[in-house]
C-alpha cells in the first residue's frame, strides 16, 4: 500500500456501491481523507464501514446530484470539514430503460440527461470554484464507452456520455493554466448492480460483448481514476481513458 494520497481530500459521488465504491475505498486506502456522495446516507452505509475499516477518515453527505443546492451544500461541508477538495470524481449517473428513440418519453430523456449530465456540470462549477479557491486540483468525470459509439435503445444514456466528453474538454482547456485537470474514464461493462439491471440478471449478455470475454471489476476502473489523479498523471488533462476491455473499438 502507498500513500500517494496523503494529505489529499477526494470527492466521490455515486459512492455506494459498485465503481464509485470501489474508488472510495482506494483513495482511503492510498491514504486520502474521503467525502462520500450518494442520494441517502444509508445507501452509503457500506461504503462508509469499508472506508473506516481500512484506517480511512471519511465524511457522509446524502446529496442527490440533480438538485443543485444539494450539490453546493455538499461541496462547502467536505471544505468545511477538511478544509480543502484536490479530487473529485464525479460519478453518479443512471441508465435508461432500453428504447428506440421515438419512444423515448420526455420525461425520460430529461431525467437522464438531468442526473448523468446537468449533474455532473453542477457538480464541476463548484468543485472547481473551489479548486480555483485553493490553487489546483482534479476532476474525473464517469463517462462511458456509450460516450463514443451508438448503443441501439439507449439514445438518452449515450447522449448524455458523449456530451460529457465534450464538457470535460472544454472544461480541461478553461482551467489548463489554473494547475485544474479535467479527464474523463470511459468504462464498458462492468460487474456492477447497475449492469445487472441493464442485462434484466443476464450478465452473459453483457459478457458476450467484450473482446476480451469477461466483465470488467469496478476497482479496475478505480485504479485508473487514481493514475488520473495522481501525480503520474500530472501531463494528462482533457483525456478520455477507455477502461473497456476493447468493447469501445
Known sequence: ????????????TGAANGIG???????????????ILDRSEDSL?????????????????????????E?????????????????????????NEAAPLHEIELEEWDRIL????????????????QMLRQGGGVVVNTSSGAGVRGVAGGAS??????????????????????NIRVNCVLPGNIDTEM????TDGDIQKA???????????????????LWMCSDLGAFVTGASIAVDGGWSL
Do not use: W
Not at 470488467?216 to 481514476?225: D, L, N, S, T
Open 157 to 178: 444514456y449515450s447522449a448524455s456520455k458523449h456530451a460529457m466528453i465534450g464538457m470535460t474538454k472544454s472544461a480541461a482547456l478553461d482551467y489548463a493554466k489554473r
Open 45 to 69: 452505509r457500506s461504503t462508509a464501514d469499508a472506508i473506516r475499516n481500512a484506517g480511512g477518515e471519511v465524511l457522509v453527505l446524502a446529496c442527490d446530484v440533480s438538485h443543485p443546492q
Open 21 to 35: 465504491r470501489a474508488t472510495a475505498l482506494a483513495f482511503a486506502v492510498e491514504g486520502a481523507r474521503v467525502a
Open 207 to 225: 459478457i458476450d460483448l467484450e473482446p476480451v470475454g469477461r466483465l470488467g471489476k469496478p476497482e479496475e476502473i478505480a485504479e485508473a481514476v
Open 114 to 129: 438531468g442526473i448523468n449530465l446537468r449533474g455532473t456540470f453542477v457538480c464541476m462549477k463548484h468543485e472547481i470554484a
Open 195 to 198: 449492469m445487472d439491471r441493464f
Open 71 to 95: 450539490v453546493e451544500v455538499a461541496v462547502a461541508r467536505v471544505v468545511e470539514r477538511f478544509g480543502r477538495l484536490d479530487c473529485a470524481f464525479n460519478n453518479a449517473g443512471v441508465e
Open 1 to 12: 500500500m502507498s500513500n500517494r494520497f496523503a494529505g489529499k481530500v477526494a470527492l466521490v
